[in-house]
């Protein structure tokens, strides 16, 4: 294989907590040190938002190393994240970065939005009354009863989804209730990049170590003031909003906050829900084909030389 001649657009994945940002950083400097100036895609839905900067482990503008950077703090907590949105203008965002000249290095562990940009995905239309009164639904009852409809109307579709992902249930019964054909909430059965001159770099840790790392994580997240953030959100109506809400870890601190979970209950199901995200994200980039897997730390020099 030769390297391309053109600009290439990087993919840096896997779960959360496994040093990605580190590595997305690394690897767009020792591409400009080659003469391949390169600039960062965010692909993490959380990281769109204003203000979810703790729980989201977001890169503060000061730890960036001068590399610009897009799509961070993008939309209002009361915005809702739609992954078809987030396509149309991540691969607006590429292009931008391809017509400078430069690479493109998309990082995230958002596993739908990243294969969005990867692959080459075609969304069905939404039903802004009908997603309304699907979401009012899951408020009143909880996402067990919206999926037993689901399974009950597209077997294969529930078999790929987490039953209890409300936001993703919803969207697969919206699609069903349009009369469209839903994309199973999966990679299409043979996918066909976007860009040809694609590279994607994933970065694996034994799992021993992963849950002692995201654990960690968490503990931190509360004593850095992860309280005080989403008290701020709040004020910024976080609760009206139908993405941010809820968030693995804001809905836990909104839970504390509001006196229906101890400190302790808090963290622990954030834990535990963060456990069982990175799990999920293991597998849905596991499923990946051509990728070259990389412990944390790796020297991102030996990536940006190699074809």
């Known amino acids: 294989m030769t390297t391309p001649a053109g600009p290439r657009l990087w993919a840096v994945v896997g779960a959360t907590g496994t040093g990605k940002t580190a590595l997305s950083l690394d690897l767009a400097e020792a591409l400009a040190r080659r003469g391949r100036p390169a600039e960062i895609v965010n692909a993490d839905a959380m990281q769109l938002y204003r203000g979810m900067d703790i729980g989201t482990a977001k890169l503060p503008v000061a730890e960036r190393r001068g590399i610009r950077h897009h799509l961070l703090d993008v939309l209002d907590v009361t915005e809702e994240a739609a992954v078809a949105r987030y396509q149309d203008a991540a691969r607006a965002a590429i292009g931008d970065i391809h017509r400078r000249g430069a690479?493109?290095?998309?990082?995230g562990g958002s596993g739908l939005y990243v294969s969005s940009v990867l692959y080459d995905f075609r969304f069905p239309p939404r039903d802004a009354a009908l997603r309304a009164r699907l979401e009012s639904e899951l408020d009143a009852h909880g996402p067990g009863v919206l999926f037993e409809r689901l399974r009950t109307a597209d077997p294969i579709t529930a078999a790929r989804v987490d039953p209890r992902n409300g936001r993703r249930v919803v969207r697969a019964l919206e699609i069903l209730?349009?009369?469209?054909?839903?994309?199973?909430?999966?990679?299409p059965d043979e996918p066909v990049l976007w860009s040809p001159a694609?590279?994607?770099?994933?970065?694996a840790v034994p799992r021993d170590e992963l849950v002692g790392r995201l654990?960690?994580?968490?503990?931190?997240?509360w004593r850095g003031g992860l309280l005080d953030e989403v008290?701020?959100?709040q004020a910024a109506g976080i609760e009206r909003g139908v993405t941010a809400r809820r968030a693995i870890g804001y809905a836990q601190a909104l839970a504390e906050l509001a006196g229906a979970q101890t400190r302790e209950?808090?963290?622990?199901?954030?834990?535990?829900?963060?456990?069982r995200y990175a799990r999920r994200q293991v597998s849905w980039f596991r499923r990946y084909a051509d990728v070259t897997w990389v412990q944390p730390g790796h020297d991102a020099a030996s990536l940006a030389e190699s074809p």
Do not use: K
């Open 215 to 221: 654990d960690a994580r968490v503990d931190a997240m």
């Open 177 to 187: 209730a349009m009369g469209q054909e839903t994309h199973g909430a999966a990679l």
């Open 198 to 203: 694609t590279r994607v770099v994933g970065v």
């Open 103 to 107: 690479d493109a290095v998309l990082v």
């Open 265 to 275: 209950e808090a963290i622990a199901e954030t834990q535990a829900l963060t456990r």
């Open 231 to 233: 008290r701020h959100l």
